[in-house]
């Protein structure tokens, strides 16, 4: 963990190096990557059998072997625990809820020169979302990806997800159901990726794929970006917690540790206008450390890439800060939240006040969990409904509007050296 | 040109290989612009010289070798032909409009169960725009990518454009001046891509690159994805024209030629329900190729990707094959184009009726010639005020609203294997 105080001479060059440390593996995967695409794309459903008893042990020969039926996770979702499925349930409504209006309107007018435009908005026919084996299958995950592109009107969603030796993850299985899951296919890895980019035999092919996985998948992701439509590429988790002297110091431990339990190059950064404050929360974090299950995780995070940074003035001094790290997700733990968050312009999802922590947008408070890391907030925005949908816009014109705006057009075209674009519009005005 | 009727044997499979045939060049370039990427990055400003002396024959030595400044774009606005200068006018009034309408509106609630919930959008700090050198430097190119980003609220944009032996366009650089671009400078290819990503001693990094380029431009983006935000992959371009035996030949002729005179490997394809009209039209491409300044280009283009397709009833389908070419640009040339356009689901834009030729929609109606191709507009819309700006999601809960949907919280991340998540909500719940 480092300590800064920007009252410290060497301030400004420490927290440069905090906002320019990539904690991203660059694996050296993508040539790799670009052999397992190759390869599917030219072996189709027999280079997926091969990778999947390779890297997962589990051999696809029967439909079963490739497939999980929708009566499994019917069955998956019916045996929940009750307040499981209620929880999942409340999950699923609240998330569907705010995506609902994240829907964008048609637009369709006439202007001033007698010129019809407009833009009509669809989705796309079909989504892949890639779930990853194994512990980071999280059913939360899944109900983020598949519910914004239920809410857009995808026909049909299609799940990836390696089942190594055969295990399959129960939880994800009933949130699949829950979701309304059209398809779950059993493999993983840039080979699941190319298999849904570019289609087999027994998959065929969709338009956009979402969801975190692995540096392979995430390499192959971007690989084919272009061939299909594609998420933002994710990087490590990271929360910035700002946060002044009179919040309960637990409770502020508790929300940097949520983020550090995730892995081992997540980071957490507490910003506060009091070192005293600091210390009690510094002194909190070793004692919720104790006992947790994910220590082991958590303390290597926070050892690694835990920040504290004490300010004389947040008003005056945060918001610069929030803005150049550009974190995945900031929260706000002050009486007045809104005046700093007007101030910050570079977040991917903020939380304010003192009782919200970020781990109830992980789950059910409905705005999605999928967020911009690594500083992408400058940029991207986390997942939504317009990831699964796109634009055409439209034009209609008739001999006076074409007439009073054509000849504009016949002059550009000329200068540009693009004669037959003039031609197109002179031959309907009887030049 | 392959010409197609519905009702040959073989239509299903050789419209099948028009829709798998990939035009693009797959250059092989990967390797070069991953190292030019690298040297940018290490040595900055001296890489840049290097590259430009070498590609481009320009030597960067002094400021002005650097820039073009911002009394050269006026002053090549000034002395303008007053046509072209209302051309430009017009385009850069009507482009602003419609751009203008797409601005998002932030949302900010409160629901029943007391969760304030809300989403901000703003624009990004900085954008870059990449303008093609020599014949391809189009100033209408340099308005759609601009006005956009300076409707979004972008605060810097910045145009990186080759000057082969020192040469600049003068009607880009009053475009510039038009749109009110901050920074030009005087570099290209993959290079000047990754100074905008990366930043330089002379160049500060921007967070969104847009603009049409060559193979070496549309890799290095492509590399550069999740570095900063890029726009879509584009290739060459494409237009699909519906039209029944009322139109005028001549005019759908000039409309397939319009996009046949912009790449060898551009495609018109014309859709049509009547022999003798298909005649007709490929008698007036020939005629119209005649004196044709871009004869050569287009000649090509049509001879080796031109087609057209006869069906028996337009209505029935011509939209089913639309919807797989899902191609760039779309004309329906019909007494009711609405009819026919309420079943496209895929395409980038629409020209509707018989006055509407798509370079109409290339210079000044208004929507952006930004436009997916090869088949992306299944998952890619054209450039909008959207590519420039980002949310950010929010919520705040109060004692009252986390004691309702806390505990879903806690439940779930139990289940998932993060105790530190449920952690952070049991500890305000006082549990």
Redesign the interface.
């Given at each position: 963990m480092i300590r800064l105080n920007s009252r410290d001479p060497g301030f400004d060059q420490a927290f440069a190096r905090i906002v320019s440390d990539r904690r991203e593996s660059d694996a050296g995967v993508s040539d790799t990557v670009a052999a397992i695409l190759r390869d599917v794309r030219a072996r189709g459903d027999a280079a997926l059998a091969e990778y999947t008893e390779r890297f997962d042990g589990h051999p696809l020969t029967s439909d079963a072997d490739w497939r999980i039926d929708a009566a499994a996770c019917k069955a998956a979702f019916d045996n929940l625990p009750p307040?499981?499925r209620?929880?999942?349930e409340?999950?699923a409504q609240?998330i569907t809820?705010?995506h609902a209006?994240?829907k964008?309107e048609d637009?369709d007018y006439t202007?001033a020169?007698g010129?019809?435009?407009g833009?009509k908005w669809?989705a796309?026919?079909a989504a892949g979302l890639y779930v990853p084996g194994g512990?980071a299958a999280?059913?939360?995950s899944l109900l983020m990806n598949a519910i914004p592109a239920k809410v857009a009107g995808v026909g049909r969603l299609v799940v990836v997800t390696p089942t190594p030796r055969g295990a399959v993850n129960s939880?994800v299985l009933a949130a699949a159901h829950l979701a309304g899951v059209d398809e779950i296919w059993r493999i993983g890895g840039a080979q699941a990726i190319a298999a849904l980019a570019y289609g087999t035999d027994r998959i065929a092919p969709v338009?956009?794929i979402t969801g975190p996985g692995n540096a392979w998948v995430a390499e192959a992701k971007?690989q084919l970006?272009?061939v299909?439509?594609i998420d933002?590429?994710a990087g490590p988790s990271e929360i910035l917690v700002i946060a002044d002297a009179a919040n309960?110091p637990?409770?502020i431990a508790?929300?940097l540790?949520?983020q550090?339990?995730?892995d081992p190059v997540a980071q957490s950064i507490l910003i506060t206008d009091d070192a005293t404050f600091a210390d009690a929360v510094e002194a909190a974090v070793e004692t919720?450390l104790q006992g947790?299950?994910?220590q082991t995780t958590?303390r290597a995070s926070w050892n690694d890439y835990g920040v504290v940074i004490v300010l004389d003035d947040l008003a005056a001094q945060a918001p610069a800060l929030a803005n150049a790290l550009a974190a995945e997700h900031v929260e706000i733990a002050t009486d007045d939240?809104d005046a700093l968050?007007a101030q910050?312009?570079?977040?991917?999802?903020?939380?304010?006040?003192r009782?919200?922590?970020?781990?109830?947008?992980?789950?059910?408070?409905?705005?999605?969990h999928v967020?911009?890391t690594g500083r992408?907030?400058?940029?991207?925005?986390?997942l939504?409904v317009?990831d699964f949908m796109?634009?055409?816009?439209?034009?209609?014109?008739?001999?006076t509007?074409?007439a009073a705006?054509?000849?504009?057009?016949v002059?550009?075209?000329d200068?540009?050296?693009?004669?037959?674009?003039?031609?197109?519009?002179s031959?309907?005005l009887g030049q």
């Open positions: 307040d499981l209620g929880a999942l409340l999950a609240r809820a705010y209006a994240q964008p637009r202007d020169a010129v019809r435009l833009a669809g796309v026919d512990r999280y059913p939360s939880l338009d956009v971007r970006y272009g299909v439509g933002m590429v309960n637990a409770w508790a929300d540790l949520s550090a339990e995730h919720e947790l299950a994910t958590a939240p968050f910050i312009r570079h977040a991917g999802s903020a939380f304010l006040g009782h919200t922590p970020e781990a109830i947008g992980d789950y059910v408070a409905g705005p999605n967020l911009p992408r907030a400058r940029f991207a925005s986390g939504s317009l796109k634009r055409t816009s439209f034009l209609q014109l008739d001999a509007s074409l705006i054509g000849p504009a057009a002059s550009l075209a200068a540009e050296g693009l004669p037959a674009h003039g031609r197109s519009v031959i309907r």
